[in-house]
């Protein structure tokens, strides 16, 4: 690949936003562009996918294992294309059909769960099969024109790194080591909205102010495990409960998930995620992470019931530091600098969710194949 004849971009972050936004502009380059196309993304972590991850916890003396979607857990897929990018994913069996059955109680009304009513989503929805990693894997095995590197962050930006003298600017990205890590045509940033304030600070950027505009609140994950389905508490046992998912309001816990009810997923030791409500979770977000912790094993043993012979035998916490946003999806997006063909994007542009990461990898890639 020589520097002449290939256009080169970079997409900081190997989330589903960034991963989306290799998959468009390797499908839609070569009906606009006579160049070649050469894509790089960096990933500061070891894998793709980021929120959409799992967490696994297998036994010692057993092929058994819990395992917890520990960011999203499923997707809606509303818009036609959205739709059309997902179909193969869901013909190879990747991405699997999920109809929840949602039950919603009030906090501190647990006692009423055996008669709620159950909803199911208003739009269909989907899981990653066999595990939440497993999407994320597939875009980035079948991109053809991209390779992914991994364990490198990229450092912030300066002006300086851009050089204007060919026809179009190229900027030099660097890695945290101070190393160059190549120069690049266009740089598509898809990290958090913090950290993305972070890469850009120091440069004149155009919308800079924008990127820190929308409010990101945290997520606590609770996933709790049982040895089998006979130590489950009443509340859990199937034979009683009819809800896949427990909507609680008005307390600091938001939803409880079961895992190994969802499907290709029967084969797991009883596995059941809690996510808590984003508002209580950003207001103890610094907060000593055992307070935290115990505070939500109590909300989640007042819904559930557990005693001694009952309670779970395993128990994690994870804090999603930026996991949801509160404000109205930014417009235009990506922000943009079409001087330095500098894109900045990700879900939390808009609507904070996967359909919102294809939305923005969308808006990006029209902006890249057609600049002005
Ligand atoms: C608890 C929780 C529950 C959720 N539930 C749902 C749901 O039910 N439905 C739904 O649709 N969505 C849900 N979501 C949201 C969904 O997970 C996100 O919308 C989506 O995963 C965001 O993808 P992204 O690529 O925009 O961002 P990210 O996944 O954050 O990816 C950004 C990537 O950039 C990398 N990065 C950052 N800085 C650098 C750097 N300097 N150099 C290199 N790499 C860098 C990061 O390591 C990361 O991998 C949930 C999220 C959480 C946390």
């Known amino acids: 690949m020589t520097d002449t004849d290939t256009t080169r971009i970079a997409i900081i972050g190997g989330g589903l936003t960034g991963l989306i936004t290799a998959a468009l502009l390797e499908r839609d380059w070569a009906t606009e562009n006579k160049q070649k196309l050469g894509i790089t993304i960096f990933e500061k972590s070891r894998g793709v996918g980021r929120m959409a991850t799992r967490y696994r916890k297998p036994q010692t003396d057993s092929a058994e294992e819990w395992q917890w979607a520990m960011g999203v857990q499923s997707f809606s897929a509303k818009s036609d294309d959205f739709k059309h990018f997902i179909a193969p994913f869901i013909d190879a069996n990747t991405l699997v059909p999920w109809q929840s059955r949602i039950a919603h109680i009030q906090s501190g009304h647990a006692e009423i769960l055996a008669d709620s009513s159950i909803d199911t989503p208003k739009h269909p929805c989907y899981i990653s099969s066999p595990k939440m990693t497993s999407w994320g894997r597939a875009i980035a095995e079948r991109l053809t024109h991209t390779e992914i590197q991994f364990k490198t962050r990229i450092a912030p930006l300066t002006d300086s790194a851009v050089n204007q003298q060919g026809k179009t600017p190229r900027t030099e990205l660097y ?30 950027f155009a919308a800079k102010d924008k990127i820190s505009a929308p409010t990101m609140q945290a997520c606590y994950t609770l996933m709790l495990g049982w040895q089998d389905k006979a130590h489950l508490p009443a509340r859990l046992q199937d034979k009683t409960r009819q809800w896949s998912v427990l909507s609680i309001a008005d307390g600091i816990l938001d939803k409880i998930f079961i895992e190994h009810d969802k499907p290709e997923h029967g084969h797991l030791l009883p596995s059941v995620t809690i996510h808590a409500d984003n508002a209580w979770s950003e207001a103890h977000v610094d907060e000593a992470q055992d307070v935290v912790r115990a505070s939500l094993i109590k909300a989640v043993q007042d819904v559930l019931g557990w005693d001694a012979e009952t309670a779970p035998t395993h128990i994690d916490m994870h804090r999603w530091r930026y996991a949801a946003t509160t404000d109205n999806p930014l417009t235009p997006v990506p922000l943009m600098d079409v001087q ?25 890639v029209t902006r890249v194949i057609q600049p002005s």
């Open 175 to 204: 890695d945290e080591a101070g190393n160059s890590v190549g120069m690049f045509d266009w740089v598509i940033c898809t990290a958090p909205n913090v950290q993305a304030a972070e890469l850009f600070a120091d440069t004149s």
């Open 340 to 364: 330095k063909r500098w894109l900045v994007t990700g879900d939390w542009c808009g609507a904070g969710s996967i359909e919102a990461c294809y939305q923005m990898a969308q808006a990006s």
